[in-house]
């Protein structure tokens, strides 16, 4: 699994263009190949600051999405921004689930 993080300082008089943008993004961006899961976040003590999570099956669908028209409008709110948008892309090789918690609090009973 992929995620990604994508944190962006948006110009305050230009907070309601990018807000839109980002949720005109989230339907569409499901609907690829691959997207597991994609979420625009506020801040809530900063409503100027947003945060875009993505999970992606493989770096193959990511990179797909990156170089897909959708992602460069997203590049392209660049100018919109206060400062350069963080961004963090972490690759997982494995997860667990409630069953750790299980496991983990079952040995500590004992």
């Known amino acids: 699994m992929i995620f990604v993080r994508i944190t962006m300082s948006v110009l305050p008089e230009k907070q309601l263009e990018v807000m839109q943008t980002?949720?005109?993004?989230?339907?569409?961006?499901?609907?690829?190949?691959?997207?597991?899961?994609?979420a625009v976040l506020s801040n809530i003590e900063d409503s100027n600051s947003?945060?875009?999570?993505?999970?992606?099956?493989t770096r193959e669908h990511l990179d797909h999405h990156i170089m897909s028209h959708r992602f460069g409008v997203l590049l392209g709110t660049k100018t919109l921004l206060s400062?350069?948008?963080t961004i963090h892309i972490h690759t997982v090789a494995q997860s667990e689930g409630i069953e750790a918690i299980h496991?983990?609090?079952?040995?500590?009973a004992q």
């Open 103 to 108: 496991r983990i609090r079952n040995k500590r």
């Open 83 to 85: 400062e350069p948008p």
């Open 22 to 38: 980002l949720l005109s993004m989230i339907e569409p961006t499901e609907m690829e190949t691959g997207c597991l899961s994609y």
């Open 50 to 57: 947003f945060s875009l999570l993505e999970e992606w099956e």
